[in-house]
């Protein structure tokens, strides 16, 4: 089973400011990771799959980046409504289809 | 327009097996690359995957918990049944299913707003 770690487990940035999250998977997953928003008690919504392609209506200020082990997923300039949990996902080899434990993004 | 809708059982109590049905409308079952799955989140933790079938009635199951779970559709009714045996409090979490369209990977666009299952005698 491909075990995914993200890190920090809570970041605190300021609105306005750069959001950089990571996901490191423990064996290589290719490209195929997937990234998900969170906000409290809603279901989590698709931004980024491919590593690095934005699903339909996610804003231009959320990219993702990396390939392998290592990934990245990068808020240029932090909205209100963008503090939230993020996850990461691995769909290279399975099952198990495998998340991370989150990054809570909150305000700094 | 795509829309997945949980019902089923907000209690059950520890040993019963449960049972949640997923309703969805804005695409078939039927159609080739198209695949439902379950996915469950305990309070205030982690996501964790459970369970997918795909248009061809393939289907998959964690690995840990594959011996308590069944998955099954019914494409004449747009629904998508997860039973899951022996039910224990550390089952408590909330159930969510998902569309997956293959083409864009295993990835879930498309997402319920979830049922909360509690376990608890």
């Known amino acids: 089973e491909i075990v995914m770690t993200q890190s920090p487990a809570t970041l605190s940035v300021s609105p306005g400011e750069r959001a950089t999250l990571s996901c490191r998977a423990s064996q290589s997953v290719s490209s195929n990771l997937a990234w998900y928003q969170q906000k409290p008690g809603q279901a989590p919504r698709l931004l980024i799959y491919?590593?690095?392609t934005r699903a339909t209506g996610i804003p231009a200020r959320f990219s993702g980046s990396g390939s392998g082990t290592e990934f990245t997923l990068t808020i240029s300039s932090l909205q209100s409504e963008d503090f939230a949990v993020y996850y990461c996902q691995q769909y290279n080899n399975w099952p198990p289809l495998t998340f991370g434990q989150g990054t809570k993004l909150e305000i700094k | 327009q795509v829309t997945l809708r949980e019902s089923g059982p907000a209690l059950v109590k520890p040993t019963q097996t449960l049972t949640l049905t997923c309703t969805f409308s804005g695409f078939s079952l039927s159609t080739s690359g198209m695949c439902v799955s379950w996915i469950r989140q305990p309070p205030g933790k982690a996501l964790e995957w459970l369970a997918l079938i795909d248009w061809d009635d393939d289907k998959y199951y964690s690995t840990s918990l594959k011996t308590r779970l069944t998955i099954s559709k019914d494409t004449s009714k747009n629904q998508v049944v997860l039973t899951m045996t022996n039910m224990d409090p550390v089952d408590t979490a909330t159930y969510y299913c998902?569309?997956?369209?293959?083409?864009?990977?295993?990835?879930?666009?498309?997402w319920g707003q979830g049922t909360l299952v509690t376990v608890s005698s």
């Open positions: 491919g590593a690095s």
């Open positions: 998902a569309r997956i369209l293959y083409s864009s990977g295993w990835v879930f666009d498309y």
